[in-house]
């Protein structure tokens, strides 16, 4: 399944033409590259940004990429079906991580192209008289390739072959890194500032880049460069270099630029904004709302230029198929055709194309801690019942067999039906379950509760095998047509990059670190403390409208419970677990433990039922090793592979820790 590029210095592969009107979506049609001449006209312009749009599908929803941002982290181990892809990564002993196998590579191998158009659009844009907004488009762009790469692997080429941040039009087979300092000062933040500055309050099409997007992304390039001039727990970088600011500036400087940045983005958000509840942030049905600053679009109507399909996948870019990483393999779970459950075993839960179910790779799974610790609360704080399907229920309509069966027999030989729970993750271990039940006996290893006809399975006993999925990332289709659909396509949602409510957590970080607060105004009316900024988004968390796994109303507001919960000192390991909260699973949480140097701390070990069968309840504590100098992801082999270099010069390229 994996999949290794040998080249990256050329232009951008594919040219989407761009759809006027800020109602639409972007529409693909294939070129097969670019030139300085036709940078210099309007369709070259238009259609060079619009692949920057399209490029973030080849790694936003590719599962490898998820991995490489998810494993090895304190959210996710390796899940019972995985691969070398993502036992590497976990750091555990099962497998090492080298330029050949570190997943990153799914980054590294699509963004230079990226990096390239945009330049071209910089450089040549102007001659096409278009407006600056819509070159600042551009701009953002390549800033925002490079802060990816950056933080995934220390300092990285600003040079493709004809000058630094100029368009490349001929393949090249050396290279040079630049520094850590050099990327931020040279490319990102000057062409973030120019982005704020000339970039919309509203977006020129539906997903379009904006002010608000551009400010939340130069104070958390702020905030990022912060941390790695004061490195606080000695992590090495590379190329070799001191950890000085050419600007002179100190860490606490670009703590206070990120405060600032951030603060002004909550009290001036334009079209942008919090969801009610957290509930509705991650709902299918209410995708590309205004809480998402930036998303990877996929649409049912579009197949990006033949390039993928919305019947089936093969689990690669440009499709959406991160969130079937996340899934446990539940269509394995039967029901019986009769009470005595002497009848025939019947599949119950069969995979379908909704929010709760989808493709099962089970790849990456959630140690026991993240239930426990991390989403204690369950009660009060939405956010787990709006993150897991912890309740796998009954679709035998869908599926076609209620033409043959009227009722189908669970747990204690009780009846259940279309849309009654076949079994539930239970939200903390439970006296009396019985996992030996010689009568009632799951197929998936789960226990019997008296008078229930759920099987159950207690949070204490979650494994490699069985685990509540990510609902948030589940696909959604309208053609079902009450059937089960598409399962094994790629989602035809969007994937989501950037929040509006990452903002609070950029000020708060940033206030933590040291950063003078303001009293913040508007809307998000508070103190402007790490603690105030925080306490919006866990009020917020305390709205319910609905239980997604009650499948019911519910409205009830546990905002003052939640705000009376918080700390009166916020730190930035309560900061890290309120992130987790917030963005569990969604690609965030390396780069967060990578730029705060928490990862060792955090991730060093985990528990997680670690038996080889569903019967096997054996529950480890697994340690992981990770050196300082892992905190920077290897370059690609086939980078290397590529390059015609002497040996030595190719070794040098190469972070330390790979070499």
Excluded at 177 to 184: C, G, K
Aim: glycine fraction near 10%.
């Amino acid at each position: 399944m994996k999949r290794i590029y040998n080249k990256y210095f050329i232009g951008s592969a594919l040219l989407i033409l761009l759809m006027a009107g800020c109602s639409k979506i972007l529409n693909e049609e294939p070129r097969s590259t670019f030139t300085p001449d036709y940078f210099k006209t309007v369709t070259g312009v238009t259609g060079g940004i619009t692949a920057l749009y399209a490029n973030l599908r080849t790694y936003y929803g590719n599962g490898y990429y998820l991995d490489a941002c998810q494993s090895g982290t304190d959210e996710a181990t390796y899940g019972k079906n995985a691969d070398q892809n993502f036992k590497d990564l976990d750091l555990s002993g099962v497998g090492q991580v080298t330029g050949a196998s570190s997943r990153s590579d799914v980054l590294w191998n699509t963004v230079f192209p990226n990096i390239n158009t945009a330049s071209g659009v910089i450089q040549y844009g102007g001659a096409a008289g278009v407006s600056a907004s819509l070159i600042a488009e551009a701009r953002f762009f390549r800033a925002f390739d490079y802060f990816m790469l950056v933080q995934t692997f220390g300092g990285v080429p600003l040079d493709l072959g004809t000058g630094v941040l100029k368009f490349n039009t001929s393949a090249i087979r050396i290279s040079t890194r630049n520094t850590v300092p050099e990327v931020y000062t040279k490319a990102i933040f000057p062409d973030l500032d120019t982005a704020i500055s000339s970039l919309p309050a509203t977006g020129r099409l539906t997903g379009g880049v904006t002010q608000t997007v551009a400010r939340l992304y130069l104070a958390k390039a702020y905030l990022t460069y912060g941390w790695w001039l004061e490195n606080p727990n000695s992590i090495p970088t590379y190329p070799l270099t001191d950890r000085t600011d050419p600007a002179g500036h100190n860490a606490q400087y670009y703590y206070q630029q990120a405060y600032n940045l951030a603060s002004a983005a909550i009290m001036n958000p334009g079209s942008f904004g919090l969801q009610a509840t957290f509930y509705d942030v991650n709902l299918a049905t209410n995708d590309r709302n205004n809480e998402i600053l930036l998303y990877a679009d996929h649409t049912f109507s579009t197949q990006y230029g033949g390039l993928t399909s919305t019947s089936y996948s093969t689990g690669g870019s440009p499709d959406n198929f991160a969130g079937w990483m996340e899934q446990w393999n539940y269509p394995t779970i039967t029901s019986s055709t009769t009470a005595n459950w002497t009848g025939a075993a019947v599949n119950s839960v069969q995979r379908a194309s909704v929010q709760d179910l989808g493709r099962p790779w089970y790849e990456l799974t959630p140690p026991i801690p993240v239930f426990t610790n991390t989403f204690a609360d369950k009660t009060n704080d939405s956010r787990y019942d709006g993150t897991f399907t912890t309740v796998y229920r009954c679709n035998m309509n869908e599926a076609g067999l209620n033409a043959k069966y009227s009722t189908l027999y669970n747990a204690n030989g009780l009846p259940i039906g279309e849309g009654s729970a076949v079994l539930t993750f239970l939200d903390a271990n439970t006296t009396g379950v019985d996992y030996s039940n010689s009568v009632y006996k799951s197929s998936v290893g789960a226990g019997v509760l008296p008078g229930r006809a759920d099987f159950v399975v207690e949070p204490g006993v979650f494994s490699r095998i069985i685990y509540p999925g990510n609902w948030k990332l589940g696909p959604y289709r309208t053609d079902n047509n009450g059937g089960l659909g598409q399962p094994n396509a790629g989602s035809i949602r969007p994937w989501n990059i950037a929040k509006f409510s990452e903002l609070f957590f950029i000020a708060a970080e940033a206030a933590v670190k040291g950063a003078s607060t303001t009293s913040i105004t508007g809307t998000y009316a508070n103190d402007g403390t790490a603690r105030g900024l925080i306490n919006v988004l866990r009020a917020r968390a305390g709205k319910w409208r609905w239980s997604h796994n009650g499948n019911a109303a519910l409205v009830q507001d546990n905002s003052a419970a939640m705000i009376a919960a918080t700390p009166a000192t916020i730190d930035i390991n309560y900061i890290l677990a309120e992130r987790s909260r917030e963005y569990f699973g969604e690609g965030y949480r390396w780069y967060d433990l990578v730029r705060t140097q928490t990862w060792a701390q955090l991730a060093s070990s985990y528990t997680i039922g670690n038996g080889n069968s569903y019967t096997d309840h054996t529950v480890s504590t697994i340690a992981r090793a990770i050196p300082n100098t892992y905190y920077i992801r290897p370059i690609p082999q086939g980078q290397l592979d590529g390059m015609q270099m002497s040996d030595s010069a190719k070794a040098s390229y190469q972070n330390p820790g790979y070499q």
